[in-house]
């Protein structure tokens, strides 16, 4: 990778993120993304993770990989690909796993069996999603308006978790929306339940990906929540917009998302960055594509050497990987259905592959951003902070709509 000259002495920006008993050498997290942060990915961000924080002189572990979302009913009912999606590498540490649930004793059972069963050094618990399949029933950012269903989950994961000396997190958004905030309640609680951090995603549910980032609410919560670290989620495209979050909110650390998708390497721009260094990475599309391949490669091995789904799944990153380079439609296109890696090599191959890093064409937003929209809620759920009985027996299916991972 082409990196510019780094900072001859430089300065940490903050000291390494304690989660519990982890030490995060470099203050990131990456945020859980839905069919992105499986285990090929995750090895990919942390093999540049690694590679910044060496470079900046830090030690512990590079960042923090969260794996995708799935929830506690599939993975207690052991689901085959639930399982798949919170494997981790056998050199990974810690190997975090986020669980999605709307159900105290649910939630209490998967993380006993991933605390018991040694599947997890680290949870998450997810209170942020917007996917209206997910907040119609209840669930996700619509979840913590009802502040002891909220309250019960957090509680029942913490004391499943803390035996083992495994801590918990929770992620979440600012709330349903305008007139239906939650993130300070939320915050208050999480923390007198005993988790090791919370994060906020400076949207509610209403603006989906919508719109701009409200940095001011992460300041807001840090200054309610005292006693564990506050990270910060939204709008990161790149470091210095971290770094600019970290200046604005006093956050503890960073949460990233879309900002890496198809740009793995900007958990080494990350990682030098709050070392105190101005190396960036900027790849020619020769280095780009070297990447692609090898992300792909990892699919294959994610799915247990299926070629043909490897590939399948590849090609939604192929956009990301290629923002900003002159690689034409036609090979765009060809790109988006290759369905082997050979095809994949071939293609590749027929490209400009000396072309540099475009700069301000590849950087920037990626990922949807969709529109602001009419959160999906239960009925009369926002009538009371108080489940009713309709809404309990209503919740208590929401799993199901969205189990399997």
Known sequence: MTTTAPAPTPTPVLPPLQIGRHVIGSPVVLAPMAGIT????????????TAGLEAGGASGA????????????????????????????????PRSVQLYSVDPATAGLAARMLVTEDRADHIDLNFGCPVPKVTRKGGGA????????????????????????????????????????????AGRIAEAEGVAAVALHARTAAQAYSGQADWSAIARLKEAV???????????????????????????GVVVGRGCLGRPWLFTDLAAAFAGSDARVTPGLREVTETLRRHARYLVEFYDGDEGRGCRDIRK???????GFPAGSEVRHRLALV???????????????????????????????GSPRVVALPEHWLRSRELDDAQRAQVAQAELSVSGG
């Open 38 to 49: 499986n285990r090929a990915f995750r090895r990919l961000c942390r093999e540049y993770g």
């Open 62 to 93: 590079s960042s923090l990989y969260v794996a995708e979302m799935v929830t506690t009913r599939a993975l207690v009912e052991r689901n085959a690909e639930t399982l798949r999606l919170i494997s981790h590498d056998p050199d990974e540490q």
């Open 142 to 185: 619509a979840l913590p308006w009802k502040t002891e269903l909220f309250r019960g989950i957090v509680r029942a994961v913490v004391r499943e978790a803390s035996a083992y000396d495994v801590p918990v997190t929770v992620k979440m958004r600012v709330g349903i929306d305008a007139d239906h905030v939650t993130y300070l309640d």
């Open 226 to 252: 005292a006693s564990v670290p506050v990270l910060g989620n939204g709008d990161i495209w790149s470091a210095e917009d971290a770094l600019a979050m970290v200046a604005r909110t006093g956050c503890d």
């Open 339 to 369: 369905d082997s890696l050979q095809a994949l090599d071939d293609l590749i191959g027929g490209m400009e592959l000396d072309a540099r890093w475009p700069g301000e064409p590849a950087e920037g937003q990626r990922g949807r951003a």
């Open 317 to 323: 990153h192929i956009a990301w990987y290629l923002k």
